[in-house]
């Protein structure tokens, strides 16, 4: 549920470019969407799932979510400590 509204609110964002920083293009936009639109078949598999095998689709959500966190990219270094 919260990656349908991050998506909703993702895409509002990307069509009113004035909420975007100039320097950010459109390519860059599309990429942002693209990853941040969650896959709904992908969603109603894993629910579907939880009918009959509550484990596996729990391990399904589990990739849901590492999928998510290793599409995200740095836009910036990590500071290193002094």
Do not use: C, H
């Amino acid at each position: 549920m919260i990656a349908l509204v991050f998506g909703a609110l993702w895409g509002a964002v990307a069509r009113d470019r004035e909420l975007l920083k100039p320097e950010v293009s459109d390519e860059e936009v599309k990429a942002i969407l693209l990853a941040t639109t969650p896959n709904i078949g992908l969603f109603a598999a894993a629910i579907a799932l939880a009918v009959v095998a509550p484990r596996a689709a729990a391990i399904g959500y589990l990739v849901i979510a590492a999928v998510g966190v290793l599409r995200v990219r740095g836009d910036q270094p990590a500071a290193e400590p002094s």
